[in-house]
């Protein structure tokens, strides 16, 4: 089985718990609130389905919805960071969102690129590289009020220049914020 199928596979699985956990919490919620408010119906989604698929694949790989978290990728000067958090309370999609990107710090320090390769349905640009300098880079995971960011640090001039390709390639793809170089 491929890495990608074995990463879709995983998560699909994940994604079942979270599902059952969510319509818990939604059910919980309703029960306790006399009239229930969809914060993502005010937000507005580009109308290009290829935008909606991507962002649908990464609800999965995250076990958020993107359209009501903020989620950022920032070019540092020696390195990058993602930053992503819910725009409304949901414990349930915090510890969602810790646990992801817990998970894809790992990934990425033994050079696993396939959850963004599932959620773009390619190869990101700057994997490549970032995968042969794995040792140079340091990745550390850290908590946020309502979610987390993972940094992507080294001094290595090449493994740099890959981690601001990729990072500009998420920003594009996900209309997303962040700080470039």
Known sequence: ????????????????????????????KSARAPVAHDSSAAITRPGDPTFAAMQERGRMAMGVDQYTSTHTFDALPDGGRIT?????????????????????????????????????????????VMTQKRDVIAYAYRDLPGGGEL???????????????????QRGEHHSGGMER
């Open 84 to 128: 992503l958090v819910r725009d409304a309370t949901d414990t349930l999609g915090v510890r969602q969102i810790r646990a992801h990107l817990a998970l894809i710090e790992h990934a990425f320090q033994s050079g696993d690129f396939s959850t963004p390769e599932f959620v773009h349905m390619r190869t990101m640009p700057g994997t490549a």
């Open 1 to 28: 089985m491929s890495r990608v199928l074995r990463t879709i596979t995983s998560l699909a699985a994940t994604m079942g718990i979270v599902a059952t956990l969510t319509a818990c919490s939604t059910a919980a």
């Open 151 to 169: 940094w992507m640090t080294t001094s290595d001039s090449a493994a740099i220049a890959a981690i601001h390709e990729f990072m500009e390639a």
